[in-house]
């Protein structure tokens, strides 16, 4: 090597060393050789997140390599920038082969430096990570493992397998999830479908925010089996129901799912909003038209007073003002500012919105002329 330094940073892979770079290619003689000549098992990667040469292998589904930085001394429980093991890397790219490995090597964290991961925190994570990705006959395999549970919330994101499935959209993980149930009896499907992440929100709460049909359509299935109780209004850190969450990101087909299950349609987050409200502020056209047919309140103001129609006007959603007032919304109604719903339009500059007010002939009083003063457009 001439003096050179085996662990200096090259040009790929973030600023890997050769060790890495060779890791991550499964170049096994070349490691073997830079590990003959010194080269630290552990070195991470100046750059990016900071991989070591066996997160770079395990994500590469290289196990000899992995196997051979092991005997010469790297740390399976290192993790990168993110806090992400090797076994997070495996686990997520469906390595079970490497997975099963770095399940048997021993994991032993430097409590003292506060470095390094437990096993049972490892496994957990990458069961997390398994389910997020559809790594089914991985997650099947770390399930079968007393330390990893359906309904436990792993220590990197604060989500549990089951939330990471159905946030992700991943049917066929979260149900084998909720019949697997966590490990053997310690664990139910009804304690998998109730345990929520960091915010609070449920795996039906994740589902139903990211649109994901066939995931809620399990997690009912779950409750309509009653193991699961009151889940579909569950509330979350917020006050804010799947069906808000469906309603807020603008699907119908989900909204109008959970309707047909039992989700109440006028339930309200800390802020005072229905999910009605939510589908105005958001400007969600589809959603509104969709509640206001299911028996939605379209005069239910939130805790500063603002009806639907003063939150749609605030957006400047044409479409959904034009729906409101079709659906007989209060024009004059007055919220806790003193704003009515054509002022809210006019502060915000929503010309569109104030040409559909001014058709169904709103009053234009003292507060709507100072309010457009300073628009010219609106004027």
Not at 121 to 137: F, I, K, L, S
Not at 187 to 212: E, I, K, M, V, Y
Not at 228 to 248: E, H, N, Q, V, Y
Request: charged share 25%; hydrophobic share 45%.
């Amino acid at each position: 090597m001439a003096g050179a330094s085996p662990d200096a940073p090259t040009d790929f892979l973030d600023g890997a060393p050769l060790l890495g770079v060779f890791a991550a290619q499964g170049f096994l003689d070349m490691a073997a050789l830079l590990l003959e000549f010194g080269a630290d098992p552990d070195a991470p990667a100046s750059g990016g997140d900071g991989a070591t040469p066996l997160q770079l292998a395990c994500d590469r589904g290289h196990l000899e390599v992995a196997r051979l930085l092991v005997q010469q001394g790297a740390r399976v429980n290192l993790t990168d920038r993110r806090g992400e093991c090797a076994l997070v890397a495996a686990a997520r790219r469906g390595r079970l082969d490497v997975v099963s490995f770095l399940i048997s090597c021993d994991w032993v964290a430097e409590e003292e430096e506060r470095k390094g991961l437990t096993l049972t925190e490892a496994a957990q994570q990458a069961a997390a990570a398994a389910a997020e990705d559809g790594r089914e006959g991985v997650l099947e395999f770390l399930l079968d493992m007393a330390e990893v549970r359906a309904d436990r919330p792993d220590t990197l994101t604060g989500a549990t397998a089951l939330c990471a499935a159905a946030g992700a959209g991943q049917r066929r993980c979260a149900e084998i999830l909720l019949r697997r149930g966590g490990a053997g009896s310690a664990g139910t499907a009804a304690a998998a479908a109730a345990a929520a992440d960091l915010r609070g929100r449920t795996p039906l709460h994740l589902a139903a925010s990211g649109g994901h049909w066939d995931a809620a359509e399990a997690l009912l299935k779950e409750m309509d089996g009653g193991g699961a109780g009151d889940l579909i209004d569950r509330a979350d850190s917020d006050g804010r129901t799947p069906l808000m969450a469906a309603s807020a990101e603008g699907h119908a087909g989900l909204a109008e799912l959970l309707l047909s299950r039992g989700a109440r349609i006028d339930c309200r987050d800390g802020q005072g909003l229905t999910a009605l409200g939510w589908s105005c502020l958001k400007g969600r056209a589809q959603v509104a038209a969709c509640l206001l047919d299911q028996g939605a309140d379209i005069s239910s103001a939130d805790c500063a007073g603002r009806t639907p129609l003063c939150l749609a006007s605030y957006r400047g959603d044409a479409e959904v003002v034009h729906l409101l007032l079709d659906r007989g919304a209060a024009v004059e109604h007055v919220d806790a500012e003193g704003m009515r719903p054509l002022d809210r339009a006019i502060s915000a500059g929503r010309g569109a919105v104030v040409q559909c007010f001014l058709r169904k002939g709103a009053k234009l009083g003292p507060t709507t002329w100072s309010l457009a003063g300073d628009k010219p457009e609106i004027l």
